[in-house]
Nanobody, 129 residues
Framework: QVHLAESGGGLVQTGDSLRLSCVSA????????MGWFRQAPGKDREFLAA????????DVADSVKGRFTISGDSATNTMYLQMSSLKPEDTAVYFC??????????????????????WGQGTQVTVSS
Protein backbone atom coordinates (compact mmCIF):
# COMPACT_ATOMS: atom_id res chain seq x y z
CA GLN A 1 0.00 0.00 0.00
CA VAL A 2 1.34 3.40 -1.02
CA HIS A 3 0.90 6.29 1.37
CA LEU A 4 1.78 9.86 0.43
CA ALA A 5 1.72 12.73 2.90
CA GLU A 6 1.89 16.31 1.65
CA SER A 7 2.51 19.52 3.48
CA GLY A 8 3.42 23.12 2.84
CA GLY A 9 0.35 24.73 1.32
CA GLY A 10 -1.04 28.04 2.47
CA LEU A 11 -2.09 31.57 1.63
CA VAL A 12 0.52 33.71 -0.11
CA GLN A 13 0.61 36.89 -2.15
CA THR A 14 1.33 37.33 -5.83
CA GLY A 15 5.04 37.00 -6.48
CA ASP A 16 5.72 34.94 -3.37
CA SER A 17 7.39 31.55 -3.22
CA LEU A 18 6.22 28.38 -1.54
CA ARG A 19 7.63 24.88 -1.15
CA LEU A 20 5.46 21.80 -0.96
CA SER A 21 6.71 18.52 0.50
CA CYS A 22 5.61 14.94 -0.04
CA VAL A 23 6.86 12.18 2.23
CA SER A 24 6.56 8.47 1.58
CA ALA A 25 8.36 5.20 2.17
CA UNK A 26 11.68 4.79 0.41
CA UNK A 27 10.46 1.94 -1.81
CA UNK A 28 7.62 4.10 -3.12
CA UNK A 29 10.00 6.57 -4.68
CA UNK A 30 12.05 3.84 -6.32
CA UNK A 31 9.14 1.70 -7.50
CA UNK A 32 6.93 4.39 -9.03
CA UNK A 33 7.13 7.48 -11.17
CA MET A 34 6.59 10.38 -8.78
CA GLY A 35 5.23 13.82 -9.41
CA TRP A 36 2.87 16.67 -8.68
CA PHE A 37 -0.55 17.67 -10.01
CA ARG A 38 -2.94 20.44 -9.15
CA GLN A 39 -6.67 20.97 -9.50
CA ALA A 40 -8.33 24.34 -9.54
CA PRO A 41 -12.08 24.71 -8.91
CA GLY A 42 -14.06 23.62 -11.94
CA LYS A 43 -10.99 22.42 -13.82
CA ASP A 44 -9.40 19.07 -14.59
CA ARG A 45 -6.44 17.82 -12.61
CA GLU A 46 -3.29 19.21 -14.25
CA PHE A 47 0.14 17.58 -14.41
CA LEU A 48 2.93 19.85 -13.14
CA ALA A 49 6.17 17.93 -12.72
CA ALA A 50 7.70 14.48 -12.41
CA UNK A 51 10.93 13.05 -11.06
CA UNK A 52 12.72 9.75 -11.65
CA UNK A 53 14.06 8.96 -8.23
CA UNK A 54 17.12 6.88 -9.13
CA UNK A 55 18.55 9.48 -11.49
CA UNK A 56 16.77 12.59 -10.17
CA UNK A 57 15.90 13.43 -13.77
CA UNK A 58 12.96 15.82 -13.86
CA ASP A 59 10.22 16.87 -16.25
CA VAL A 60 8.19 20.04 -15.78
CA ALA A 61 5.03 21.06 -17.61
CA ASP A 62 5.41 23.99 -19.97
CA SER A 63 2.67 25.84 -18.10
CA VAL A 64 4.88 26.23 -15.02
CA LYS A 65 8.37 25.75 -16.42
CA GLY A 66 10.77 28.38 -15.17
CA ARG A 67 8.70 28.99 -12.03
CA PHE A 68 8.24 25.50 -10.55
CA THR A 69 11.00 23.03 -9.73
CA ILE A 70 10.68 19.44 -8.59
CA SER A 71 13.37 17.78 -6.51
CA GLY A 72 13.91 14.91 -4.13
CA ASP A 73 15.91 14.13 -1.02
CA SER A 74 16.75 10.43 -0.75
CA ALA A 75 18.04 10.85 2.81
CA THR A 76 14.60 11.90 4.07
CA ASN A 77 12.39 10.23 1.43
CA THR A 78 10.88 13.60 0.62
CA MET A 79 9.84 15.03 -2.72
CA TYR A 80 9.53 18.79 -3.10
CA LEU A 81 7.77 21.22 -5.38
CA GLN A 82 9.40 24.63 -5.19
CA MET A 83 7.09 27.30 -6.56
CA SER A 84 8.16 30.86 -7.24
CA SER A 85 6.64 33.99 -8.77
CA LEU A 86 3.24 32.69 -7.77
CA LYS A 87 0.17 34.08 -9.51
CA PRO A 88 -3.52 34.05 -8.56
CA GLU A 89 -4.10 31.49 -11.31
CA ASP A 90 -1.84 29.09 -9.40
CA THR A 91 -4.54 28.84 -6.76
CA ALA A 92 -5.51 25.17 -6.54
CA VAL A 93 -5.30 22.03 -4.49
CA TYR A 94 -1.91 20.45 -5.07
CA PHE A 95 -1.42 16.69 -4.99
CA CYS A 96 1.63 14.51 -4.99
CA UNK A 97 1.24 11.28 -6.90
CA UNK A 98 2.78 7.89 -7.49
CA UNK A 99 2.22 6.51 -10.97
CA UNK A 100 2.87 3.28 -12.82
CA UNK A 101 5.24 5.09 -15.14
CA UNK A 102 6.08 8.12 -17.18
CA UNK A 103 4.55 8.78 -20.57
CA UNK A 104 7.09 10.23 -22.99
CA UNK A 105 6.49 11.81 -26.38
CA UNK A 106 8.50 14.02 -28.62
CA UNK A 107 7.32 16.92 -26.48
CA UNK A 108 8.64 15.54 -23.22
CA UNK A 109 7.65 13.24 -20.40
CA UNK A 110 4.73 13.54 -18.02
CA UNK A 111 2.43 11.60 -15.72
CA UNK A 112 -1.07 10.67 -16.78
CA UNK A 113 -3.82 10.86 -14.18
CA UNK A 114 -5.07 7.47 -15.33
CA UNK A 115 -1.69 5.92 -14.48
CA UNK A 116 -1.63 7.25 -10.91
CA UNK A 117 -1.95 4.48 -8.34
CA UNK A 118 -1.87 6.68 -5.26
CA TRP A 119 -2.62 10.32 -4.48
CA GLY A 120 -1.70 12.40 -1.51
CA GLN A 121 -4.50 14.03 0.43
CA GLY A 122 -3.96 17.36 -1.30
CA THR A 123 -2.80 20.70 0.08
CA GLN A 124 -4.47 24.02 -0.69
CA VAL A 125 -2.41 26.81 -2.20
CA THR A 126 -4.12 30.19 -2.43
CA VAL A 127 -2.44 33.13 -4.10
CA SER A 128 -3.99 36.50 -3.42
CA SER A 129 -3.71 39.38 -5.84
Amino acid sequence: QVHLAESGGGLVQTGDSLRLSCVSAEHTFYNYAMGWFRQAPGKDREFLAAITWRTKNTDVADSVKGRFTISGDSATNTMYLQMSSLKPEDTAVYFCAAAAGLTCTGFGCYLLSDDVIAWGQGTQVTVSS
